[in-house]
């Protein structure tokens, strides 16, 4: 095994012999609560930073899911609304239901920019369940002419960026059907249907 980092720098260029990075970032990614404490305990930040893409470990986290290991991140300090390079928080990154309520519980701030663009994201992904839940509450910005009480205008809904639709059927199905399709079911695009 690799020794243990005391620096970014060291812990972008730690590797083991198996040519697989042992790094802060990488064992939030896999939820490796014990390696993360041993980082901790040898004095990395909780926050801190990768270099290149401004990743902290409860973005790695946020990113795969890893409730247990953003937990135990919070309760170790990390601050839930840094942001990376990109200006992302770690709610931007996530991809599921526990996740966002478990950083939204511990302050995650809802009003950052982005949300739009992370639906298009999940509804690329066929993320049907993530969509209809940030729709749900009220994150993202719903610009659709409706017709008669539900009846939706689909002239209204014509894009050519197939996410955009992604979403758009997303949230016509959460209109008209007054329900939250908090399902994991593909989206399909147009072209696919």
């Known amino acids: 095994m690799a020794s243990i980092c005391t620096s970014a720098n060291d812990i972008n260029n ?24 041993n980082f901790l305990l040898t004095g990395i930040d909780v926050n801190i930073q990768d270099e290149n893409t401004g990743n902290s470990p409860i973005h790695s986290a946020a990113s795969y899911g890893q409730v247990e290991m953003i937990e135990f991140l919070i309760e170790n300090g990390a601050d839930v609304n840094l942001k990376d390079a990109d200006g992302d928080t770690p709610i931007l ?38 969509v209809s839940f940030l729709f749900s509450r009220g994150l993202i910005p719903v610009n659709i002419s409706l017709q008669e009480q539900y009846s939706i205008n689909n002239s209204a809904m014509v894009t050519t960026n197939t996410s955009a639709t992604g979403v758009s059927d997303i949230i016509i199905n959460n209109i008209v059907d007054g329900n939250n399709h908090n399902d994991d079911s593909e989206i399909n695009s147009p072209s696919q249907a």
């Open 93 to 130: 990154l996530c991809e599921d239901i526990s996740v966002f309520e478990v950083l939204e519980q511990h302050g995650a701030d809802l009003t950052v920019s982005g949300f739009t663009e992370k639906a298009m994201e999940l509804a690329e992904e066929g993320n049907r369940g993530m």
């Open 14 to 37: 730690n590797q083991s012999s198996e040519d697989s990075f042992d790094n802060i970032w990488v064992a939030a990614t896999n939820g490796d609560v014990d390696m993360v404490r």
